[in-house]
């Protein structure tokens, strides 16, 4: 409910009741964003419906992480939700620090239930392909490089619809679609916020990170005016 009411008024003040880390950061620019375009869409709703995965972590003590999938059962075409929800203290509510927006089809791994929860790794967890907090940097490289990559292997990419929009496929045509009197050059870095790990029951792990991509436009002729999008 606070997030559909701070989606609509575009209240970050709000909205920070209940957000926190990468999710309130990512919202709150886009309401910055769409008080000054219109056109720019709303990110993904939170949906209000089924709770259709709750894996908390196993622990006696806070803070605490609990991951939950939500969908909207009558509405088949808004995507599920992926939500990171920590608590700080026993009588603190639950913030969103990380709300991802999931594939329609996607298949999650399987998990412990609720009653039993999962251990959280650590961010140098070393007991996994990649450790999680390196998990950001490899997706960001990929972006970069695509298939050519170093870490292209650890990640299922044939469907996904970010790398599709955002990859290095992408962002070569923005480089070819700019004028010559500019240049364009893409790089990655870490977001706000560490990576969360939850284990799954085939010794793997959900993981949420932020990364941060930077587009740095220059212009090549002296008093070239440029409007980049």
């Known amino acids: 409910a606070v997030a559909a009411k701070a989606d609509e008024t575009m209240d970050a003040t709000l909205l920070a009741t209940r957000f926190e880390g990468p999710a309130l950061e990512l919202r709150t620019a886009n309401y910055d964003i769409r008080k000054k375009d219109s056109t720019v869409n709303a ?3 939170i949906p209000q419906g089924d709770v259709e995965v709750v894996l908390p972590q196993q622990s006696d003590v806070w803070p605490r992480t609990v991951f ?3 969908v909207n059962p009558k509405d088949k075409t808004v995507s599920p939700v992926a939500l990171m929800l920590e608590q700080a203290t026993p009588r603190d509510n639950y913030k969103v620090s990380y709300a991802m927006g999931l594939e329609a089809k996607v298949v999650l791994p399987h998990v412990a239930s609720a009653t039993i929860g999962a251990p959280q790794f650590l961010p140098d967890y070393k007991l996994l392909l990649l450790p999680p907090g390196q998990v950001g940097a490899a997706y960001g490289d990929i972006l970069l490089k695509g298939p050519t990559s170093e870490f292209a292997k650890y990640f299922d990419t044939k469907n996904d619809r970010f790398v599709k929009t955002e990859g ?3 962002k070569q045509a923005r480089k070819a679609a700019l004028p010559d009197k500019a240049t364009i050059d893409f ?3 870490p977001g706000i ?3 969360i790990a939850l284990g799954t029951n085939n010794s793997g792990a959900i993981v949420a990170v932020s990364i941060n ?3 740095t436009v220059t212009p090549t002729e002296a008093g070239a005016s440029l ?3």
């Open 43 to 45: 990110l993904t709703a």
């Open 68 to 70: 939950t999938v939500l």
């Open 168 to 170: 290095f496929e992408a």
């Open 187 to 189: 790089s990655s870095a």
């Open 193 to 195: 916020g560490e990576s």
């Open 213 to 215: 991509q930077i587009e």
């Open 227 to 229: 409007n980049s999008s």
